[in-house]
Every structure is written in structure tokens, then in C-alpha cells.
């Protein structure tokens, strides 16, 4: 099955929105085995737009179309399908009842223009949002289908995991050649170190591997091709073995896992609660630990001592150490994880302190110098790292390098 | 000038790379005033490629591509460009010197494959690439013009700027049409609500007015044509006035501008420090107050109380308040607000507690949910908000609100 994707809205040929619904859903197809041949994005003009749905469902089995959903005049993805296609656009009682409920809820009358929202192309099959009032629409005819999402990555990409992909899982069938992906997540060593590590098995043509540098992490993507899938698990697993054994604890996880995540299933799990203490993380780490529902069972809190005042009057670091030492030092992230230890009463806490930039830094103290403290009730123990890039990075890296070391400490590796 | 992007290369088309370049590429050409009317992304197919260069050719009059300019066997757009121009391919000698010296820094000989990189259209203008191998080219004919760039933004961007972007403004002239952009950036309002309040002015054709909805903002774009500069600012200020009057104070701020930096300007300008209590935000609202450099000038730090006992513990809440109204209450909120300005000696202090879901609500309380506590030296004020989305969109839209509701008390509004 060929596929095109067509992209609507004038924004995203203004240089002003990056086109990630492109991106996200390319990625999906093809990891379904469905080839998308082209992108293309026209602007909210109706003779282009007809015109690049047109073309698409020329060479294409599969049109895909974002954007162009919303309540305005220049709305007008929708019903240029349904003129493509030859299909008149109907009321769908049911996406017009969900629309005046989400006024509702609001407790707002429904504005005139989102009425048109609830217009479909005659027999095609709806597509709900569950955050927005957009709905989408699944259209086949004629041999071809198209799908039509919304703009926005938020409301479009849980659209696209509740409703569309079980449709294209059925419709690519069982004994297509598939691409199985598998994607092992590395934290703690940079692309040219994983590529020296893994040279040869980075060669293989299947799966084939490759290395996707995120801005804390790295990734390497695995994808097999099999028409059968348990070989291509067979070979997945293979690969997946000797890169684990090359790599050992550094592949913190696989696919959907993320480092948050197993920390917390390890925190569960054991019955074990955590708190922090942050300095130049500024609130990340704790926003981060409570970034999933459930986050409570283990998290109780923390202090955000920005200010060297609020590590000595919350946090009971001593004025000494600060004024000796510094604050970005050893001795001030160990008493940092024992202060909130103590006064939240958690068995285990977190302490980050360092310099994260732009400014700030000195000959030996430079920016990317961070110290973690880890209090566990065997005792405190700090760890010193050196991070490089723009202060999100730092930041970011501090955080994970903070959730790592839990992790590791906990599963013992 | 109407002008088309043609991106090459099968790692777009697998959802692997994201295409930045087109990006970047439309919004230089915007600014110039050059209307950029589609984007099309091919993988490395000859015939596909071809076949995309012939369309865009007929319907633009600038055609510019990114990608397929590497030594491999799959990098093909160059001499598919000279074929759809119907040019011969020939040596640039500069260029292969160039190669040779590139290779030769690195102290190894140049790969056979690299040789084809010197190869260019006759009679074009060749770009050189201070970082990579690949050179691009600029080819003039019959009316039409096409830009060839390498893919990698790091390679491109500097060519762009070094060599395209002042071809392209000779080319546009001094007297052509520019577009200048403006974006008005909005909380506390949804897309239809703006519509109705502005809906006249949206119909008006210059400057074009466009919604765009962020996860936590709404932002306006305007867009002005004009040939002279000063005519398109002036269209501009007065469609942002005839904005402001209707929209007041939920227009935050415009362009670059972001509601942080707003508020962090406004407490360094009265020298006023601030401290934050989070329970449902869980210290994103200390990450976001910290996230630009300089931050310590005013943000003190504060207590994540993720925990009731650390609400009580280390923020003085009562317990009977705790047990009697619950954690989400004004009450709670107004004591988190007081407990961690009177611990941090901050003017100005920030509290928030709420129902962040996807569980955890009730008919009462339901998920969404959200007290605001503000405390400043006139006393300690409360806000409830019922927010809607999942729980990344509740808990992003209460720190908006928490800092919103502090640069409305700072600018008196």
C-alpha cells in the first residue's frame, strides 16, 4: 500500500510551525510497512488544496490529510475530500451533540462557526476527539482511503493510536511484510561511542540499526522485515541481546519505557518513597517524577532551594559550607539529599546542584558542572558530572541522570 | 514571486528525520515576501524525484531543494535538476579542489564516491559549503530559478545565509511586496471565543489574520504586504491596537515574547523576589520560572507538597484544614501560599493544588479542578479555575495561569 500525506495551513508555510504531524504519522505508517512516497503541504487555498488531494489519490492507496479542521472560514479540509471523493457533506448528530457538550462543560453557549465541525462526508466513518472539537473522518471508496486528522499534534496524535491505527493494522492484514520496530534507549554515552561500540552490528542489513541522537538520551532503532512475525521478533530479540551485552546497563529501556517510568514501577514496586532537593533543575526533577497519574504512591515532595537562603532555612545546609565551598559542591548536594530526607521522612532522596549556563561559569567551576546527591537509608553518597550544551540540555541531562542513578541503584546493576 | 520546496531523501518518509530545513527555508523566503505555495517531500527515487522538480517547476517560478547532494548512490537531485533544465552535468574544478582539501585536513585520501560531488549543472553558480562536501548551485533559466542545498540543516543554514540569501534579495528588490509578521499571543480564551469577539477583523485581507491554538495559548497571527516597510509596521500597530481593545489584557504578549519572560521582566524591573508551593504541578512551575538564564534575580526557590504531609510539614498547613476541606480547596492553597512566602521571605509567593488527572476526581472535585493562592504583601488572594484536557494540558494551563495572574497583578491590569 502507498500512502501520501497532505498537510493544510498557511502557518506551516509561513516558517512559523514545524510540521510534526507529517513527521509522527510517517512514522507510524512505516511501521506498518505502509510506504509513504510523498509529504506535501499546500496552504488554506482551495483550488491548491483540491488539487493536491486530487493528485495524491492519483498515485496513492492511502490519503492521509492533516489540518484544516477548525470552526473558521478557512477550514476546509473536509469538505474538499468529500468533493474529491464525489460525496456530499451531512450533519453527524453525534459529533454535534459531543461538540455542544464540550461548550457545555464550559459552560459557554456553542459558537455558530463549530457547528460546521459536525459536517461529515456522506458514509464515512467518524473519527472522535477526545480533546478537541474536531472530528475526524475515515473515508473508503473506490479502492482508496482516505483518513482525515486534525492539525494540532495533541488532539491529532490520540486520534490517530485510539482510532486509526487498529483500522490500518486490519486493513494491512496479518501476513504482509512488515517492518517490527524496536527501539532500545541509551543513557549515559554519545553517538560516536555507541557507533564504536557497535560497529559491526551496525552493518547488518536485518534488522538494520540506527542511531537517533535525542536531547538527553540516545536511540538506537531497530527494523526488521519479515512477512512472518515471529522471525522478525526472532531477529529483533537477537539483535537486541548482543547490543544489551555490549552495552549493559547503559540501555536503560525499550520502546514506550521511559526512564520516569521504570523508576517509578521500581519505586512501586518495592513500597519505597522518594523526595527532592533541587538547585539548578529549578522544579524539573519533581516535575518529571510526577509527570505520570499514580506518581503520589512514591513521591512525596521536595524543596526547590534556588536561593542559597532557602538551602539554609529549608533545607538546613549549613551557611558555612555555602559560603566555603559554594554552592555548587559535593558537600552542599549531600546535605541538600540528607535536609529533605529528614524533613519530608522519604527513604530515598534526590539533591541536584550545578551551574547550568549560559552564564555563571568559571575556570573551575565551568557551566555543565553538576553534582547529585543520592541519600538512601544505607547513607549519602554524591556523584559529580560534567554536561555540555545549551542550559536546557544541562537541565534536562541533570534530570535523567538523577532518575538513573535511582534506577541503578535499585535494580542493583 | 511564487516558490516551491522539493525535500529528497527516505529517512524524511520514515519518520526518522524531521524535516527543519523546509522549515527554515519558508520562513527566510516569507520574510522576503516570496509566497512559498507547497512543500513536497520524495524519498530517493529517480523518477519520483524527477517527476516532483517537472510539477513544481511549472507552477513556481523559484524552485529550492534540500537533500541528495551526498556521495552515495542514492543522491540524486542534483543532476535531475540539470535534467529537468535540460543541462549537462559538468566538473567544477573548484569545488573538487575544495573536496580534496576537506579530506586532506582529515589526513585521509577522498573516497571515489566523493568525486561526484564536484559535478554540477553548466552554467551554474556554484555555493560553496564551508562544513560539508557538498556543494549547491544556482541555476538560472527561461525565467526560472532553482536553489539546490545540501539536506543536514548545519550545512545548509549557513549557505543560506551566506550566499542564498543575498542572491534572493537582489532578485526580490527594493521596491517588491514584503510580507512582515506579527504574532499576538493569548491566554485564558479558545479559538471560537476569539472568533467571536474579533470576527469582523478577521475577515479584512491585509494584514490577514489567522488563529492558531497552542497546548496552553492562542496566538494571532497578522500578516501585512506592503512594498514599503513602514506601511506594512503601520498595518500592523493599528490591527494589534483594534486587537487589544477588544481583547484587553488576554493578549500577553506578541512575537518572542513568552509569558515567563514577561513576568520575570516585570520582577526584576521592581526588584521584587518571588517563591512558589506546587502540589498538582509538582515543581513545573519553579522548571518554568528557572528557564531562562538569570532567573536567581528573583525566583527564591519553594516547596513541592506533593504529599499532604509535606504540606503540613514543611508548609504549616493544618492538618484539621487538610483533613476537613481537602487538599483541593482555596483554603489549602491561600495556607501553601502564605507558609512558603513567610519561609522564604519572597514578596511575592505562588500556590497551586488541583485535580491533574486522569483520576483521582469526583463529583465535587472533578479532574481539571484547580485553586491558584497569590500571596503578595497586601495579603493572600485565591483563584479557582476548572481546566479541560489530559493531564499534561491541566497541569501546563495551571502554571500559565499562576504566572498570568502574577503579571496582571504586576502590571496592574
Same mark, same amino acid.
Given at each position: 500500500?502507498?500512502?501520501?500525506?497532505? @498537510?493544510?495551513?498557511?502557518? *506551516? *508555510?509561513?516558517?512559523?510551525?514545524?510540521?510534526?504531524?507529517?513527521?509522527?504519522?510517517?512514522?507510524?505508517?512505516?511501521?506498518?510497512?505502509?510506504?509513504?512516497?510523498?509529504?506535501?503541504?499546500?496552504?488554506?487555498?482551495?483550488?491548491?488544496?483540491?488539487?493536491?488531494?486530487?493528485?495524491?489519490?492519483?498515485?496513492?492507496?492511502? *490519503?492521509?490529510?492533516?489540518?484544516?479542521? !477548525?470552526?473558521?472560514?478557512?477550514?476546509?479540509?473536509?469538505?474538499?475530500? #468529500?468533493?474529491?471523493?464525489?460525496?456530499?457533506?451531512?450533519?453527524?448528530? $453525534? +459529533?454535534?451533540?459531543?461538540?455542544?457538550?464540550?461548550?457545555?462543560?464550559?459552560?459557554?453557549?456553542?459558537?455558530?462557526?463549530?457547528?460546521?465541525?459536525?459536517?461529515?462526508?456522506?458514509? #464515512? #466513518?467518524?473519527?472522535?476527539?477526545?480533546?478537541? $472539537?474536531?472530528?475526524? #473522518?475515515?473515508?473508503?471508496?473506490?479502492?482508496?482511503?482516505?483518513?482525515?486528522?486534525?492539525?494540532?499534534?495533541?488532539?491529532?496524535?490520540?486520534?490517530?493510536?485510539?482510532?486509526?491505527?487498529?483500522?490500518?493494522?486490519?486493513?494491512?492484514? +496479518?501476513? /504482509?511484510?512488515?517492518?517490527?520496530?524496536?527501539?532500545? =534507549?541509551?543513557?549515559?554515552?554519545?553517538?560516536?561511542?555507541?557507533?564504536?561500540? &557497535?560497529?559491526? &552490528?551496525?552493518?547488518?542489513?536485518?534488522?538494520?540499526? @540506527?542511531?537517533?541522537? =535525542?536531547?538527553?538520551?540516545?536511540?538506537?532503532?531497530?527494523?526488521?522485515?519479515?512477512?512472518?512475525?515471529?522471525?522478525?521478533?526472532?531477529?529483533?530479540?537477537? /539483535?537486541?541481546?548482543?547490543?544489551? /551485552?555490549?552495552?549493559?546497563?547503559?540501555?536503560?529501556?525499550?520502546? %514506550?519505557?521511559?526512564?520516569?517510568?521504570?523508576?517509578?514501577?521500581?519505586?512501586?514496586?518495592?513500597?519505597?518513597?522518594?523526595?527532592?532537593?533541587? +538547585?539548578?533543575?529549578?522544579?524539573?526533577?519533581?516535575?518529571?517524577? $510526577?509527570?505520570?497519574?499514580?506518581?503520589?504512591?512514591?513521591?512525596?515532595?521536595?524543596?526547590?532551594?534556588?536561593?542559597?537562603?532557602?538551602?539554609?532555612?529549608?533545607?538546613?545546609?549549613?551557611?558555612?559550607?555555602?559560603?566555603?565551598?559554594? @554552592?555548587?559542591?559535593?558537600?552542599?548536594?549531600?546535605?541538600?539529599?540528607?535536609?529533605?530526607?529528614?524533613?519530608?521522612?522519604? =527513604?530515598?532522596?534526590?539533591?541536584?546542584?550545578?551551574?547550568?549556563?549560559?552564564?555563571? !561559569?568559571?575556570?573551575?567551576?565551568?557551566?555543565? &558542572?553538576?553534582?547529585?546527591?543520592?541519600?538512601?537509608?544505607?547513607?549519602?553518597?554524591?556523584?559529580?558530572?560534567?554536561?555540555?550544551?545549551? %542550559?536546557?540540555?544541562?537541565?534536562?541531562?541533570?534530570?535523567?541522570?538523577?532518575?538513573?542513578?535511582?534506577?541503578?541503584?535499585?535494580?542493583?546493576?
Amino acid at each position: 500500500m502507498k500512502a501520501e500525506i497532505v @498537510a493544510t495551513g498557511t502557518e *506551516l *508555510l509561513l516558517g512559523q510551525t514545524l510540521n510534526t504531524s507529517a513527521h509522527y504519522i510517517t512514522g507510524k505508517l512505516s511501521s506498518l510497512g505502509i510506504e509513504v512516497d510523498y509529504h506535501v503541504t499546500v496552504g488554506d487555498n482551495p483550488e491548491r488544496i483540491e488539487d493536491a488531494l486530487r493528485t495524491a489519490l492519483q498515485r496513492s492507496d492511502l *490519503l492521509v490529510t492533516t489540518g484544516g479542521l !477548525g470552526p473558521t472560514v478557512d477550514d476546509l479540509t473536509k469538505a474538499l475530500v #468529500a468533493k474529491v471523493f464525489g460525496l456530499e457533506m451531512v450533519l453527524d448528530q $453525534t +459529533s454535534l451533540e459531543h461538540i455542544k457538550a464540550f461548550f457545555a462543560k464550559r459552560r459557554g453557549p456553542m459558537p455558530a462557526g463549530n457547528e460546521k465541525q459536525a459536517y461529515v462526508p456522506k458514509r #464515512a #466513518a467518524i473519527l472522535p476527539n477526545p480533546i478537541g $472539537t474536531a472530528p475526524g #473522518a475515515i473515508i473508503e471508496k473506490d479502492g482508496k482511503m482516505a483518513i482525515i486528522l486534525p492539525g494540532p499534534p495533541f488532539e491529532m496524535q490520540p486520534m490517530f493510536e485510539n482510532y486509526v491505527w487498529p483500522v490500518l493494522q486490519e486493513k494491512v492484514g +496479518s501476513d /504482509a511484510e512488515r517492518m517490527n520496530v524496536r527501539v532500545l =534507549k541509551i543513557f549515559g554515552m554519545g553517538e560516536s561511542a555507541i557507533e564504536e561500540v &557497535l560497529g559491526d &552490528l551496525m552493518q547488518k542489513p536485518n534488522p538494520s540499526m @540506527a542511531l537517533l541522537a =535525542k536531547r538527553s538520551e540516545m536511540h538506537i532503532r531497530l527494523v526488521a522485515r519479515s512477512s512472518a512475525e515471529t522471525q522478525a521478533l526472532k531477529l529483533l530479540d537477537k /539483535a537486541e541481546e548482543d547490543i544489551r /551485552a555490549r552495552l549493559g546497563h547503559k540501555v536503560f529501556g525499550k520502546d %514506550r519505557e521511559t526512564m520516569v517510568g521504570i523508576v517509578g514501577d521500581a519505586l512501586r514496586q518495592r513500597d519505597l518513597t522518594i523526595a527532592t532537593a533541587e +538547585s539548578c533543575t529549578g522544579g524539573l526533577l519533581g516535575g518529571m517524577l $510526577t509527570q505520570e497519574p499514580g506518581s503520589s504512591a512514591f513521591y512525596l515532595g521536595g524543596v526547590i532551594s534556588y536561593a542559597n537562603s532557602v538551602k539554609e532555612n529549608l533545607l538546613g545546609v549549613e551557611a558555612k559550607t555555602l559560603a566555603s565551598l559554594g @554552592a555548587v559542591s559535593a558537600e552542599v548536594a549531600q546535605a541538600m539529599a540528607q535536609g529533605v530526607q529528614t524533613r519530608t521522612g522519604a =527513604k530515598l532522596a534526590l539533591a541536584t546542584t550545578g551551574i547550568a549556563g549560559p552564564d555563571g !561559569g568559571t575556570q573551575e567551576k565551568p557551566v555543565g &558542572l553538576v553534582y547529585i546527591g543520592l541519600a538512601t537509608p544505607e547513607g549519602v553518597q554524591t556523584q559529580k558530572f560534567q554536561f555540555y550544551g545549551e %542550559r536546557k540540555s544541562v537541565r534536562q541531562l541533570t534530570v535523567k541522570a538523577a532518575l538513573d542513578w535511582v534506577r541503578r541503584y535499585l535494580l542493583k546493576v
